[in-house]
Nanobody
């Protein structure tokens, strides 16, 4: 059974940092591309970043380039999203997602098959 469980969200002040984690089970990270999405109230789900399964090539949406870093630890079955210089525009529920394959870009929601339950990120002083 495939499961994705996110953690690490919370309340942070503007300019602060958080690291999100996504622990997966039921598959191995070297066969699935992994991504982080986010959804703020009243907005569509937005692709934030993805990392390819084998070569670990990464991609980011423009608004987080230089501030967010996606990474993974295959041995721990865990994907991370390090978020720095957070601003109010980053506040959202963040979701981890998986898609079978060896290349990802964007990412876009309809390409991903499995999703976690989400973790809330709030940016406020």
């Amino acid at each position: 059974q495939v499961q994705l469980v996110e953690s690490g969200g919370g309340l942070v002040q503007p300019g602060g940092s958080l690291r999100l984690s996504c622990v997966v089970s039921g598959f191995t990270l070297n066969t699935y591309n992994m991504a982080w999405f986010r959804q703020a109230p009243g907005k569509e789900r937005e692709g934030v970043s993805c990392i390819s399964s084998i070569d670990e090539i990464t991609d980011y949406t423009d608004s987080v380039k230089g501030r967010f870093t996606i990474s993974k630890d295959n041995a721990r079955n865990t994907v991370y999203l390090q978020m720095n210089s957070l601003g109010p525009e980053d506040a959202a529920v963040y979701y981890c997602a998986a898609s079978y394959g060896s290349y990802c870009s964007g990412p876009v929601p309809w390409e991903f098959d499995y999703w976690g339950q989400g973790t809330q990120v709030t940016v406020s002083s």
